[in-house]
């Protein structure tokens, strides 16, 4: 695995909407060889026996839900003046969903379909009649993030001038990938396959084969960079921007029939591209911590970047990072982190934490996950300093890595490994491969060791950059590589 390369409501409301906004089509749909969104979509066209880049607007109109079933409506508008195209494609992608336990089944089909495209003199129609389209996937779904992996196949036939021609184009691909509140990316590999024939200009009907492969990869992230103020001499020194951004690359490697001037066919035209986008950047200006404790502090920067989220809170002038960090606090934290709702209950979830308690709702939406659970007499002792055994676990399981360390028994590489508690061990394991707990410089992983707030503000740092930026990569790294 890759290593580490407001107030509340509104912080949490924010993750919200910005996972829903990306789950709600940020991303192209796999209905076509397309990047971007909006008004900077581009798209690849093959039927010429050459790729074509289009550009132009896609553009989204999101369904309201009707149970488990949604429409969402595609239209898209694309051209290359150059080569005299124009592309005008709606479509109608009907998404169903069942769910048991963390596993979510999707399924998506295309309801309405039409397409026109006029090359020059030429017009290619695709109408419903001849169109299929099935896409499923299977999400595990966990509090921090959701992973996901799916098929598709589909078919598209094109008749040329009404009739002097007929092209089918099947489609088949997979794809995997996963989504956050801090970022998300998504991988594809699609087989395209081209058949049929067009008329020549003796009238002859020439044959038309060709093939195209695909991969993509759609990210989308946030960024967070700190602004000095100038002048200096401010109430405070500066703050931090927080950047949403996405890019999508795709790479294409073609097959197609060569084509002169008169209509033959004259060999192959082969080759191999690449399409990139970048979408326009998001930007918002973050609260400012105004902690007087911390100034050169080697937790500094991250107890205000979390400090600046709302993740720790930004009350008062004074953090105190040497103290032990509280589980109740933590929890709220991680409960932050993976933009859970908080769960304000009427009974106890644990004997020791009265529904009245601050951070009760913020743990008993971990307990719902089953990210926490009680102790001895099924206490949760908010207030009792957290070690590192412990967040290492509450983390792992907020992440659902709890089955990625391998089958006991096996070695850990430190010094105290013996000190490790058995209900620990996997954790501690998986924790130490994606760089959120490290050794000391002894070789010591201190299972034990109470957890600092300096300290957990540098883990809760590290858990929200492996979900922003190091499962973005890792991802993209298996397309590319």
Not at 180 to 192: A, F, I, K, Y
Not at 234 to 261: K, V
Not at 359 to 386: D, K, M, R, S
Request: net charge negative; aromatic share 10%.
């Amino acid at each position: 695995m890759v290593k580490r390369i407001f107030p509340p409501t509104l912080v949490l409301c924010f993750l919200l909407l910005f996972s829903l906004s990306v789950q709600a089509g940020a991303i192209a749909p796999p209905t076509g060889s397309g990047v971007g969104q909006g008004n900077d979509y581009q798209e690849v066209f093959y039927l010429t026996g050459k790729p074509i880049l289009l550009s132009g607007t896609m553009d989204i109109r999101p369904g309201r839900g009707r149970g488990d079933v949604v429409d969402d409506r595609y239209t898209f508008r694309l051209e290359n003046q150059q080569e005299e195209i124009r592309l005008s494609r709606t479509l109608t992608l009907t998404t169903s969903w069942r769910r048991e336990g963390r596993q979510e089944v999707r399924e998506m089909e295309v309801t309405r379909f039409r397409e026109t495209v006029q090359v020059g003199g030429d017009r290619y129609q695709a109408n419903d009649a001849d169109y299929r389209f099935s896409y499923s996937t299977l999400t595990d779904i966990h509090p921090a993030a959701a992973y996901f992996s799916g098929n598709w196949s589909g078919r598209k036939v094109y008749e040329k001038n009404r009739g002097e021609g007929r092209l089918t184009v099947n489609t088949s691909g997979e794809t995997v990938g996963y989504s956050s509140p801090w970022g998300e990316t998504e991988n594809r590999r699609v087989l395209t396959t081209i058949d049929g024939d067009q008329e020549g200009e003796e009238g002859e009907r020439i044959p038309w084969i060709g093939t195209v492969q695909e991969q993509a990869s759609f990210t989308r992230r946030q960024e967070m960079t700190y602004v000095a103020n100038e002048p200096t001499a401010i109430s405070f020194s500066g703050g931090y921007l927080l950047t949403r951004t996405g890019e999508d690359i795709l790479l294409y490697d073609y097959d197609l029939p060569r084509w002169n001037e008169g209509g033959e066919v004259r060999g192959r035209n082969r080759g191999s591209d690449a399409l990139y986008a970048v979408l326009p950047p998001q930007q918002e200006r973050l609260q400012v911590p105004a902690f007087r404790d911390i100034r050169g502090h080697r937790a500094q920067g991250e107890v205000e970047r979390m400090a600046s989220l709302g993740i720790l809170e930004p009350t008062g002038l004074y953090f105190a990072p040497g103290l032990p960090m509280i589980r109740g606090e933590f929890a709220r934290a991680l409960a932050l982190v993976s933009a859970l709702e908080p769960e304000a209950r009427q009974e106890r979830v644990f004997a020791d934490l009265s529904p009245e308690h601050p951070y009760a709702p913020y743990i008993n939406a971990l307990a719902t996950q089953q990210v926490v659970e009680g102790g001895l007499y099924n206490c949760f002792e908010p207030a009792a300093a957290i070690t590192r055994a412990q967040a290492a676990v509450m983390a792992v399981k907020l992440l659902g890595f709890e089955g990625l360390a391998p089958v006991p028994p096996y070695k850990l590489p430190y010094l105290d490994e013996g000190q490790i508690p058995l209900w620990a061990r996997d954790a501690i394991y998986v924790a130490g491969e994606i760089g959120l707990l490290t050794p000391d410089s002894y070789g010591r992983i201190r299972p034990q060791a109470i957890l600092s707030r300096g300290d957990a503000a540098v883990f809760l740092d590290d858990l929200v950059t492996y979900l922003r930026q190091d499962l973005v990569e890792e991802y993209r790294e298996r397309l590319l590589n």
